[in-house]
């Protein structure tokens, strides 16, 4: 069985602050995982998504929050 964690990840998109909550086995995976989400949240492509999140400073904070499963 592997453990998935509880993860918060807050991102900056053009001022605008976006959260998702996302169970993922790594935060790097977290992030991916919201960057998704957020792309189809704001119609743009993850290409697009992902060039302006990396591309600045303090743009994207993940956080793990306490809760696990098993998978």
């Given at each position: 069985?592997?453990?998935?964690?509880?993860?918060r990840v807050d991102l900056n998109y053009y001022g605008?602050?976006?959260t998702f909550y996302r169970y993922a086995y790594t935060e790097g995976n977290a992030l991916s995982l919201a960057l998704i989400d957020l792309a189809g949240?704001?119609?743009?492509?993850?290409?697009?998504?992902?060039?302006y999140i990396y591309d600045?400073?303090?743009?994207?904070l993940v956080r793990k929050e306490s809760r696990t499963y098993l998978s």
């Amino acid at each position: 069985m592997t453990r998935k964690t509880l993860y918060r990840v807050d991102l900056n998109y053009y001022g605008e602050m976006f959260t998702f909550y996302r169970y993922a086995y790594t935060e790097g995976n977290a992030l991916s995982l919201a960057l998704i989400d957020l792309a189809g949240k704001t119609c743009r492509t993850l290409a697009s998504v992902q060039d302006y999140i990396y591309d600045g400073n303090d743009r994207y904070l993940v956080r793990k929050e306490s809760r696990t499963y098993l998978s």
